[in-house]
């Protein structure tokens, strides 16, 4: 048994959405994406390597339970891992023969839509990148996990390029401004309850790719606009705009889904209510302080300042009542401010049925992956899971 | 009082969507449109109009109540009527200084979404074509109350063109085809029930214009492919191309509206299930053979031939149950069959909540705007209402 890397990654919420491969296998997208990284302590995905000349198989743990190692996609990481320590002879070959074992755990729940997979590659590809010792950018083979992944290994707000090559070398994800740059910002996301049988990413991005007309236009005309226009918006901390071009690439994405045939729909009638939410109360600020952001699920990803936090929460709290109030939100401190009758009046809307929102988490821009070195490792030293789910 | 022209005008359901103006005041689209006139045995708009030297003001009743001669459209309408009078020289000075009064009511729930404005116009300017005795093509003065109303003064399958003209001039409607040149052809209208506050039209195009960025391509390179690829469709009595174009386009232009600033959903869970079971259904049967088709609101107008009409009302019978189930389906005679165990099993989809389809209309193609001489006139022989509303 040769050290256990243990490190947690981040989810990340466009702003700019990804939507279409131009290769489906080394996954590469059709346009450039942005987004922000949050805090891992709200949330964040675990994973501890190991290797050992013990091992007689490669192994995966995921919360908990085995699963199959065979999956392409952790293939492919792996291999491209191993191939990147060999071109940097940054560790020696019998190293490279050891089996490897691997545990990993979400803290939040998994099927709630919330880019889980992408906060799972990141840290997965991180940690055997620790464990292999390379230096160089590793996003590209984040990326061959889930596309979105490549945006997780690195904090603050993160633009993704497409890039041109067949071999998806260029198609690398870098920092605009680190988690540092614009300490203000917040999000709150709300997740909405919902039972319809959804249409996955990767087969909703195929069936937009071959029918939708509207999809060519976006991406050559645009996305390449709006991505300059977001990059400057983060640099200058101009929440308006940061706000007006997340929003309307939101919904130009799900315009996209509706323009697909067949067509598809991932937002719901509490979705829009949120959508309908943010445009007035922006509205009566005379300028926009909520942006939301839908990725491909009902949920919302409302980007807003700190001073903004409070206010919204309790307008969130009665639009959306709960039945379970006590842990209605989660994640960092705060305190919602109770919605005063006249803003009640001016937004004009009524409360949705209990329980449309589930529940909302508070969270912030933050960091990257980082290594933990707090003895938390998901692995015993023996290199078998601290906590193996018994079936 | 100089005799009474009563009219009886159709709806008409686009299946190349009309969402755009080039000139609001003129009613001139920024894009051609496509549609299929209904039969006004099941639906229509019905208007009396007659002039006497005995009135003292221009009046109007719709449904019975007296509504305000000021708005607009109306004066529009009518001062287009008299301008072409005068260069047809088609009445006498004396004739076209008379008052007029104008009764209209429609035979179906104004308030359902049915396009009532499109029959109403349509149906108002042909009687007034009548009584001013007006040869020549009135589609362009219906155009200016409602317009869609344009296509309402054909029947069969009608072609509006946008035109390039300023004054609109051109901006008229052509038959492509007469009702009996497709004689299989089938409509069921599926009214979903509905309570939130929606976009008007008017409202929701001006949005669109002014912040859509896919409409423009929309405009410039979608819809005229499709209006020349449908218009062979209907020709040909080809449904399968009628039908992928009818749900594409529908769909675009409901993308088209989330794609908006802001964004604005006309379909409800409903809509989308009815669109998840029409693709089902076709899937199911090899080849497309049922289309469906929104306008700006949840209900479904679902085109297909007569063949299919009995199945498939058997199975929206057993997709959206009713409580009213007596009448339920409503307009031409017809039996729902059943729907057979083996393809409620391939469809794997579940009734949706009790009365979510309120009712179904099963209507056909059919003729324009016809006089109608049955003595069944809105106005009394003195040219008032026969049957006012007493407020």
Same mark, same amino acid.
């Given at each position: 048994?040769?050290?256990?890397?243990?490190?947690?990654?981040?989810?990340?919420?466009?702003?700019?959405?990804? /939507?279409?491969?131009?290769?489906?296998?080394?996954?590469?997208?059709?346009?450039? +994406?942005? +987004?922000?990284?949050?805090?891992?302590?709200?949330?964040?995905?675990?994973?501890?390597?190991?290797?050992?000349?013990?091992?007689?198989?490669?192994?995966? /743990?995921?919360?908990?339970?085995?699963?199959?190692?065979?999956?392409?996609?952790?293939?492919?990481?792996?291999?491209?891992?191993?191939?990147?320590?060999?071109?940097?002879? +940054?560790?020696?070959?019998?190293?490279?023969?050891?089996?490897?074992?691997?545990?990993? *755990?979400?803290?939040?729940?998994?099927?709630?839509?919330?880019?889980?997979?992408?906060?799972?590659?990141?840290?997965?590809?991180?940690?055997?990148?620790?464990?292999?010792?390379?230096?160089?950018?590793?996003?590209? $083979?984040?990326?061959?996990?889930?596309?979105?992944?490549?945006?997780?290994?690195?904090?603050?707000?993160?633009? /993704?390029?497409?890039?041109?090559?067949?071999?998806?070398?260029?198609?690398?994800?870098?920092?605009?401004?680190?988690?540092?740059? /614009?300490?203000?910002?917040?999000?709150?996301?709300?997740?909405?309850?919902?039972?319809?049988?959804?249409?996955?990413?990767?087969?909703?991005?195929?069936?937009?790719?071959?029918?939708?007309?509207?999809?060519?236009?976006?991406? *050559?005309?645009?996305?390449?606009?709006?991505?300059?226009?977001?990059?400057?918006?983060?640099?200058?901390?101009?929440? +308006?705009?940061?706000?007006?071009?997340?929003?309307?690439?939101?919904?130009?994405?799900?315009? $996209?889904?509706?323009?697909?045939?067949?067509?598809?729909?991932?937002?719901?009638?509490?979705?829009?209510?949120?959508?309908?939410?943010?445009?007035?109360?922006?509205?009566?600020?005379?300028?926009?302080?909520?942006?939301?952001?839908?990725?491909?699920?009902?949920? #919302?990803?409302?980007?807003?300042?700190?001073?903004?936090?409070?206010?919204?929460?309790?307008? $969130?709290?009665?639009?959306?009542?709960?039945? $379970?109030?006590?842990?209605?939100?989660?994640?960092?401190?705060?305190?919602?401010?109770? #919605?005063? *009758?006249?803003?009640?009046?001016?937004?004009?809307?009524?409360?949705?049925?209990?329980?449309?929102?589930?529940?909302?988490?508070?969270?912030?821009?933050?960091?990257?992956?980082?290594?933990?070195?707090?003895?938390?490792?998901?692995?015993?030293?023996?290199?078998?899971?601290?906590?193996?789910?018994?079936?």
């Amino acid at each position: 048994m040769s050290g256990i890397i243990t490190v947690v990654a981040p989810v990340n919420i466009a702003v700019i959405k990804y /939507w279409g491969k131009r290769d489906e296998e080394l996954i590469i997208p059709l346009n450039d +994406s942005v +987004s922000a990284t949050l805090d891992t302590n709200v949330m964040c995905a675990k994973t501890s390597v190991c290797v050992s000349p013990d091992f007689t198989n490669n192994e995966i /743990w995921l919360n908990g339970k085995k699963e199959s190692f065979t999956s392409p996609r952790l293939q492919n990481c792996l291999r491209e891992i191993k191939l990147r320590a060999v071109a940097e002879r +940054s560790v020696d070959d019998v190293f490279l023969s050891w089996k490897i074992h691997v545990c990993s *755990e979400n803290n939040f729940p998994t099927a709630a839509g919330l880019a889980s997979s992408a906060a799972g590659y990141a840290c997965l590809v991180t940690a055997l990148a620790k464990l292999y010792k390379i230096k160089s950018d590793v996003s590209s $083979i984040a990326r061959l996990g889930s596309g979105s992944a490549c945006r997780s290994v690195y904090g603050g707000f993160v633009h /993704w390029h497409a890039g041109v090559k067949a071999d998806g070398s260029d198609s690398v994800a870098t920092q605009i401004v680190g988690s540092s740059h /614009w300490p203000q910002m917040r999000a709150l996301i709300l997740v909405v309850g919902d039972d319809r049988k959804k249409v996955s990413s990767t087969k909703g991005m195929k069936i937009s790719k071959e029918t939708s007309e509207l999809l060519q236009y976006r991406i *050559e005309k645009c996305v390449p606009r709006r991505t300059e226009e977001i990059c400057e918006a983060i640099k200058n901390k101009d929440f +308006s705009k940061f706000a007006e071009i997340t929003m309307k690439d939101s919904n130009q994405f799900h315009a $996209i889904c509706l323009d697909s045939y067949p067509p598809f729909a991932y937002m719901t009638a509490t979705s829009l209510k949120i959508i309908d939410f943010v445009h007035k109360y922006n509205e009566i600020c005379g300028e926009p302080r909520v942006a939301y952001t839908f990725d491909a699920g009902p949920n #919302a990803c409302l980007y807003l300042l700190e001073e903004e936090v409070s206010k919204v929460l309790g307008l $969130i709290q009665y639009l959306f009542p709960t039945t $379970i109030s006590d842990s209605f939100i989660k994640g960092l401190d705060t305190k919602a401010t109770p #919605a005063s *009758e006249e803003v009640l009046q001016n937004l004009s809307l009524q409360p949705e049925a209990k329980d449309s929102v589930k529940y909302v988490i508070y969270t912030k821009v933050g960091d990257g992956p980082t290594e933990v070195t707090d003895g938390s490792s998901l692995l015993n030293d023996a290199g078998w899971p601290v906590n193996p789910v018994i079936e």
